[in-house]
């Protein structure tokens, strides 16, 4: 079975750190675009961050520029989220998208609260 797995989430206080990872089983994500996601309660989905596929360019939604990075490891299959100075606003759940012409995988999603 295709699928990406996330881990890294968890209960955090603000101002500080998370790191999330995402792994692809039984595909390669060389060729894929790579993306993190998020949707927090009562909210529509809202795409973080992307990683092109060849070159690596990356680009991030203007509300974390600057505090997120975005990175692929295509050699270990994985792709990897850097959170720092955290806000409580930031809390949701998590999903890691990979997207290659007709092909577009989701993860499950990993909760990130962020609270005193």
């Known amino acids: 079975q295709l699928q990406l797995v996330e881990s890294g989430g968890g209960l955090v206080q603000p101002g500080g750190s998370l790191r999330l990872s995402c792994t692809a089983s039984?595909?390669?994500?060389?060729?894929?675009?790579l993306a993190w996601f998020r949707q927090g309660p009562g909210n529509k989905r809202e795409g973080l961050a992307c990683?092109?596929?060849?070159?690596?360019?990356?680009h991030y939604k203007d509300s974390v520029k600057g505090r997120f990075t975005i990175s692929r490891d295509d050699m270990k299959n994985t792709m990897s989220l850097q959170m720092n100075s955290l806000k409580p606003e930031d809390t949701a759940v998590y999903l890691c998208?990979?997207?290659?012409?007709?092909?577009?995988?989701w993860g499950q999603g990993t909760q990130v609260t962020v609270a005193s």
């Open positions: 998208n990979a997207k290659y012409t007709f092909y577009s995988f």
């Open positions: 990683v092109t596929s060849k070159d690596s360019r990356t």
């Open positions: 039984n595909f390669t994500l060389d060729d894929y675009a």
